[in-house]
Each structure stands twice: as C-alpha cells, then as structure tokens.
C-alpha cells in the first residue's frame, strides 16, 4: 500500500483519488479552499441556486465508469442525470432561431433546413460525418491513453478536408473551414460557438475541433437535478466512502523531493507529508512554483495551448451573471439558449488581441472584458431545486472573458458594464428578462482565481490534435518521478469529461506503471 499525496480537490484529482483508492492505496488530499470539486462551484441565496461552472455534462459514460469501478452504486443511483431536450435554441441578430433536439442527428437536419433553406442540414451533416473521423482518429491517443513522448502523430490536424486537399496553403483553421463548407454564416457562427464555449479562438484553433460539436451532437447534453454541483457532491461522497481523506484550508506551498524523486509535500503552516507518489491537480504556473528550481526547469514539456500563461495570452475566463427572477419558468422554454452577435469576428478581436503567429494586436476596446457584443449562453434550468418555489425562475447568463491578468476584474465597474452587455443580449432570448429581476451576482475570471488559486482566472481548454500540438497540454506523468498532474490544465485537458478522463490516467499510471495504456 503506496501513501499518495493529492494537491487539490478538483474533479480530476479526486476522479484519480477514488481510484487509487480502491487500488489499495491510502490517498490525502490536501485542498487550499474551504470545499471541493474545482470550477464546479455553487452559489446560494435566498432560496436560489446556481452553477458557477459548467452547467452541463457531455460524454457522461467517464463518470459512469468512474462509479462503477470504485463502488457497488452506480452513478444513476447517486446523481440524476437526464438528458437535456432539446440540446439548447440559438438565436441570430436576423431573427432567425432554430431549435436543436438532443442527440438526433435526422432531428437536427430537419431543424437546420427549416430554418436556413433546404441543404443547411445536409451541409451540416456532412462537416459531422468529417468531425468523426477526427474522432475515431484521436479518440485513443488523445482521450484515453497518456500522452506518449512521441507526439507527432498528434501535431497534424486530422481534419480529413485537409488531409484530401481542399486547403492548398496546408492547414486551415475552425473558422475558415466552417465558413467555406457551411456556406451559410450563421451555420457557421453555430460551430464556431461550441468552440468559444471551451474558450477557443476559432480562427486559430485547429479544424480538429470540430470534434466538440459531433461529441455533443452524438452523446448528447446531460444535466444533473440540483446543478451539476451536484456530481462533485456524489464524486467526493464516493471518495470519503473508500477512505479518502481530505484536508481543507491546507494550501501546498512545496512538493518535496528525495533521491530525485517526489517525496511528498509542504503545507502553508509548515507541515510535511511524506508520500510515495504526488498527485497535483493545479496549474502548470502553480505547480512550477512548488517544485524545486531545478526540477521545475528540467523536465518540462513543451508549453502548450492549454498552459496558464502559454501562447499569446493566457486562456480565456468564464464571466456569469446570476439572475433571481419572479415569475415561473415557462414550461416550454430551452434549457440552454446561444444567443450569436451580428459580427463574430469583433467578438473574436476583442476576446483574442493576439492570435498565433501575428505580433500586432488586433483592435478592440482596451477596457473589454467580455466583448462589445458578445455571444451569451442562457441557461434556464427546469429544476425545482434551484428556485425558493414556482413562481420564481433561476437563470443563468454566461460569456467568454478575457483573464484576469489582461483586465483587471476586480474592477467592480467593469464587471457591472460586462454584466449589462449579457443582459441586454440575453433579452433575445428573455424579453421579459428586466422586468422580472429581483436580483443579480456577477461572477468574473477574479472570483475564479480567488476559488481555483488559477491567477489569471482561466479555464483550461480541451487537448486537440494538430496545429502542431500547441493544443496539447501537458503529459500526466511530471517533472520528477513519482509526480503526476491530473485535471484539466494537464492531458487530456479542460472539461467535466476530460477531467475525469485524466484521473483514470494517474491512476492507472500508478497502479499499473509506466506501461499502462488505457481500458482495452
């Protein structure tokens, strides 16, 4: 039995905790806020309750898996899941709104051609058909294994377009292939907006990331009653079942090294653990900080588009605006509504000043911290949980933000005029929206850094292949024997599902050794 060391309490570590735990080993975890579960967050007042993270959960079959392995109930029986139907509306600047049911793809034709004129759903299709390939290409390397040390078989965008062609300048980004095989601009703002969702620029991110859309299309949308905080309060009810402890308030300040290898780790109050293995769920910048000077230089991998700090800026936040409203939810409302800007591409200026391969800011306005106009997902929950009675609707309005360390969030005006900015796109979808509100709170990239310890307040994005693996983010195994880094800002990078997808790979690095390659 190994004695393992877990720095934080985020849904990655704790997925890797439950695990190991099973396997036999005596697992702490040692968490630097006063709960657990990461940027799955909730916030209560007066009978209300909200998600501060994620709102919704794709490719539920990892948390399943997760269950099914480290007890006897399964994940159904400590979660209620249902599927969300339809997926969500989304609603452009001309008018135009269609309405996607969930995991149908003849559905989602039908409703394309509706309301874009007949072949929109075909095109759409078609891109879908293409989005699995990447899939079947990278599922294995990309999901379900370590990252190998070779990693050019990744480097390529396995977008078949380009594989057979139809770019002849090489590799073309999300935004340019959406708009030639969509044609219609609005199509294209739909796929482009499921990838500004993880907090991707669009006309820098690899066409591989089209993969996120068939993902949702295919699996579908998944919603948990109580909010999906309510899956961090089932993970770490499991992990306390298999003997895991856990430590609140315990910030790690070192990871300790003997003979070359981790050792175990310093807390704030001058305590130390002696461990057999560590496990750190933080940030690439937060884990140099703990490690000696020079394992934090040696060793390292290459930066990535998912390390805090890495690339032209550092990812982007989420910015939400919490609405109390009077007045019952009607019954017939979406459960997640996009509404799109006339102009995306402003939107991508003001977000990303910087892209790839380009010194020159773009233009945009200085004090932006969510765009001019931006596009804004509007949740609207049908959850008697998250509202004092049925007269009152909880709803949710949240954007792509810019860091904390481009913008200063703790600007209290700037949040309040970024907060203005979604409400008033949000009433395209809520026409009633001011008139029923009792009440708002503002939640900006400054409270994500407060929460996670993550100082620009960023969310990690998903690995993806190609682009020459700047989407990958780094490997599991770390800068010393016998350190590991689990979660989303380590491989397979940001996301519920992914998170989840990188605690059965600590685990079964350490169980299993070096060796391991996933569930056969």
Not at 15 to 42: D, F, K, M, Q
Request: hydrophobic share 45%; aromatic share 6%; glycine share 10%.
């Amino acid at each position: 039995m190994a004695r393992i060391a877990v720095i934080g309490a985020g849904m990655g570590a704790m997925a890797a905790a439950a695990r190991l735990a099973v396997a036999g080993h005596r697992v702490a975890v040692y968490e630097r806020g006063a709960t657990y579960g990461g940027g799955v967050g909730r916030l209560e007042r007066d009978g209300f309750a909200f998600d501060t993270g994620p709102g919704l959960l794709h490719l539920p079959a990892v948390y399943r898996d997760l269950f099914v392995k480290t007890g006897k109930e399964p994940l159904e029986r400590c979660v209620e899941l249902r599927q969300v139907d339809p997926a969500g509306a989304h609603v452009f600047a001309d008018g135009t709104t269609v309405t996607l049911p969930n995991a149908s793809r003849a559905g989602v034709v039908s409703a394309l051609d509706a309301a874009f004129g007949a072949g929109s759903g075909e095109r759409w299709s078609d891109l879908i058909n293409r989005a699995r390939e990447v899939w079947d290409a990278t599922r294995r390397p990309l999901l379900e294994e370590p990252l190998r040390a070779d990693r050019a078989a990744l480097a390529d965008d396995p977008y078949p377009a380009l594989r057979r062609g139809w770019f002849q300048r090489g590799p073309a980004p999300l935004a340019k292939v959406a708009r030639r095989e969509l044609a219609d601009p609005r199509l294209a703002a739909l796929l482009e907006s499921q990838a500004l969702a993880y907090g991707l620029d669009p006309r820098a991110a690899p066409a591989s990331a089209s993969v996120l859309a068939y993902l949702e299309q295919t699996f579908g949308s998944w919603y948990a009653r109580g909010g999906m905080r309510a899956l961090a309060d089932a993970l770490h009810a499991r992990c306390l079942a298999r003997r895991v402890e856990f430590t609140f308030g315990a910030e790690a300040t070192a990871v300790l090294a003997k003979d070359g290898r981790a050792a175990g780790v310093e807390l704030a109050d001058g305590t130390t653990i002696a461990a057999d293995a560590v496990v750190a769920g933080v940030s690439p910048e937060r884990l140099a900080r703990l490690l000696p000077p020079e394992a934090a230089a040696a060793g390292s991998a290459p930066a990535a588009a998912g390390d805090e700090g890495s690339g032209p800026q550092a990812p982007l936040g989420r910015f939400s605006v919490l609405l109390a409203l009077r007045g019952a939810r009607p019954a017939d409302a979406p459960h997640r509504t996009v509404v799109h800007p006339a102009d995306p591409d402003a939107e991508y200026a003001e977000l990303f000043p910087t892209r790839p391969g380009r010194r020159r800011a773009a233009t945009g306005a200085p004090d932006s911290g969510v765009a001019t106009a931006p596009t804004v997902t509007v949740s609207r929950p049908a959850d008697p949980e998250l509202v004092p009675d049925g007269d009152h609707e909880a709803v949710t309005l949240t954007a792509a933000a810019r860091p904390h360390t481009a913008v200063d969030w703790a600007d209290a005006e700037l949040a309040e005029r970024s907060a203005d900015r979604l409400v008033a796109a949000a009433e395209a979808a809520v026409p009633d929206l001011r008139d029923r509100l009792l009440w708002r709170e503002i939640r900006t990239p400054y409270d994500t850094a407060r929460d996670t310890g993550v100082a620009t307040g960023s969310v990690p994005v998903p690995a993806l292949a190609g682009a020459g693996g700047r989407y990958l983010a780094p490997a599991n195994p770390g800068q010393l024997p016998g350190l590991y880094r689990v979660g989303g800002w380590s491989h397979p990078g940001g996301g519920l599902a992914h998170a989840g997808m990188s605690g059965a790979m600590v685990a079964g690095l350490i169980v299993d050794g070096a060796d391991w390659r996933g569930s056969q």
